[in-house]
């Protein structure tokens, strides 16, 4: 029975230790501006509170909205007119010449007729300009419009994935802490195991030396003392392991002493699952974010066909040039000018791209299904493990309580010498077992909440 009880223990501590391996692997935070050696009083808010603050997944989604919304902004550009500065030298070596051939007969007598022959060139050679150019686009059958528009359903959907990112940041800090808290519970209940075996160590010595225990029952008491001394070590390294945990987690510096302020004993609360599944399906960011990526492509859809429409476009120039024609001067001259775009073949190019975003909307339709059943799932497993360990609560505190009573009466039988060693050892063993049993339920149901929380995309409950 011993045996059995021992391997319960270690069973637990062992799930204690994976629990506290595989919080917030994936996570990798900034540092804060403190002391190494700077001591935190923390509790759940204050853990996640901490974490969303100091969290470098969260700048690397919020760089990812800066980087959409300048795409966007380039999209914009488009809109606005395209004014640009031309100038340049050109050096002529054959300059187009014209022949002058006509007869000259002046009125009178005194001046006789004569013959004008010669040649006159058309230009320079050095020739010179400098003009302004203005394009402004009238009208583009939608595809700077519709562009625009996927631009700004790429940004609400990047702020919705930082929203998701939060709720994993503070899903996984506040899972390392419920962890650490264990730990530390966990930790005390061996350090009170071995106490408790140590004092009736020294009953049994007491008794051994008067002559009233025999040398089976000294030796079995030293023997259970040794085996509850490693147990207790075992404890605390978990917990140091769970703190350094929490510390990755929220961003603290390595070697940070951490109090933790949480009472371990939690108030088991009714879940109405309908209105846990209808405020997920709202709530939870990821499902607005895929809603947001299906506008978008239906829009670059749209984008794309208009890329295969006609365009207008206003052109206007002002300038100066030297010669201007057969002017060997600077002459400032201007220009105003309308004209339509009518593609006729691209090599498919556009109907092939409108093509693509029209298959990417059918795929986010479709990842947004499959999510909304994901989701559902998350939730009604979160609920499950919320009913079960509120069983499991109310289960093991009676049967903590039971195991206590009859530690008391072994106690006591034993010093009125009505029961043996052993029975007061078994039963030891017994109100250590329920305890954990006990610790081991509340640390479910409080990452049952949190994981429920998340899943409803609640942030604020997930730190209550």
């Known amino acids: 029975m011993n045996s059995a009880r021992t391997r319960k223990q270690g069973g637990f501590l062992r799930c204690l230790a994976l629990a506290a391996a595989a919080v917030l692997w994936f996570s990798f935070f900034a540092l804060p501006p403190v002391a190494a050696q700077e001591s935190v009083h923390w509790t759940l808010a204050d853990a996640v509170g901490y974490s969303l603050e100091h969290s470098p997944d969260l700048a690397v989604a919020a760089s990812r909205i800066e980087e959409t919304e300048e795409a966007r902004a380039e999209v914009f550009s488009n809109f606005l007119p395209d004014l640009s500065f031309e100038g340049g030298y050109t050096y002529v070596d054959n300059v187009p010449r014209i022949a002058i051939d006509f007869p000259v007969d002046p009125p009178g007598d005194l001046i006789p007729p004569f013959q004008i022959n010669r040649q006159a060139l058309i230009g320079a050679n050095d020739n010179y300009k400098a003009k302004l150019v203005l394009n402004?686009?009238?009208?583009?059958?939608?595809?700077?419009?519709?562009?625009?528009?996927?631009?700004?359903?790429?940004?609400?959907?990047?702020?919705?994935?930082?929203?998701?990112?939060?709720?994993?940041?503070?899903?996984?800090?506040?899972?390392?802490?419920?962890?650490?808290?264990?730990?530390?519970?966990?930790?005390?209940?061996?350090?009170?195991?071995?106490?408790?075996?140590?004092?009736?160590?020294?009953?049994?010595?007491?008794?051994?030396?008067?002559?009233?225990?025999?040398?089976?029952?000294?030796?079995?008491?030293?023997?259970?003392?040794?085996?509850?001394?490693?147990?207790?070590?075992?404890?605390?390294?978990?917990?140091?392991?769970?703190?350094?945990?929490?510390?990755?987690?929220?961003?603290?510096?390595?070697?940070?002493?951490?109090?933790?302020?949480?009472?371990?004993?939690?108030?088991?609360?009714?879940?109405?699952?309908?209105?846990?599944?209808?405020?997920?399906?709202?709530?939870?960011?990821?499902?607005?974010?895929?809603?947001?990526?299906?506008?978008?492509?239906?829009?670059?859809?749209?984008?794309?066909?208009?890329?295969?429409?006609?365009?207008?476009?206003?052109?206007?120039?002002?300038g100066y040039e030297k010669p201007y024609f057969a002017i060997d001067d600077w002459e400032r001259n201007w220009t105003v000018g309308v004209g339509i775009r009518i593609p006729l073949f691209d090599g498919l190019e556009a109907y092939h791209g409108m093509k693509k975003a029209r298959a990417a909307a059918a795929t986010a339709r479709e990842s947004a299904s499959q999510a909304a059943a994901d989701i559902q799932v998350e939730v009604r497993s979160a609920l499950l493990e919320l009913r079960e360990t509120t069983l499991r609560i109310a289960s093991t505190r009676s049967n903590m309580d039971r195991a206590q009573d009859i530690l008391a009466i072994a106690e006591e039988s034993y010093r009125a010498g009505a029961s043996t060693s052993l029975e007061v050892i078994d039963a030891q063993l017994a109100a250590t077992t329920a305890r954990l049993d006990h610790l081991k339920a509340l640390y479910d149901y409080r990452v049952a909440r949190v994981r429920l929380a998340a899943a409803t995309g609640d942030l604020e409950a997930i730190g209550r």
């Open 136 to 318: 402004q686009l009238l009208f583009a059958s939608g595809k700077v419009y519709y562009a625009h528009r996927a631009a700004s359903s790429q940004i609400d959907s990047e702020r919705a994935r930082l929203e998701a990112v939060r709720l994993q940041v503070a899903r996984a800090a506040a899972e390392a802490y419920n962890a650490a808290l264990i730990a530390q519970q966990a930790v005390d209940v061996q350090r009170q195991s071995l106490e408790a075996a140590r004092s009736h160590l020294a009953q049994v010595q007491r008794r051994h030396e008067a002559g009233t225990a025999t040398r089976l029952e000294l030796l079995r008491s030293e023997v259970e003392v040794s085996n509850r001394e490693p147990r207790v070590a075992e404890a605390e390294k978990m917990l140091d392991l769970a703190l350094a945990r929490l510390r990755r987690a929220a961003g603290l510096p390595e070697g940070t002493p951490i109090t933790l302020a949480d009472p371990i004993e939690a108030a088991p609360e009714e879940v109405n699952e309908a209105e846990a599944l209808e405020r997920a399906l709202r709530m939870r960011p990821e499902l607005a974010a895929l809603g947001h990526l299906q506008r978008a492509a239906q829009d670059q859809a749209l984008a794309q066909r208009g890329a295969m429409l006609p365009s207008v476009l206003l052109t206007g120039t002002f």
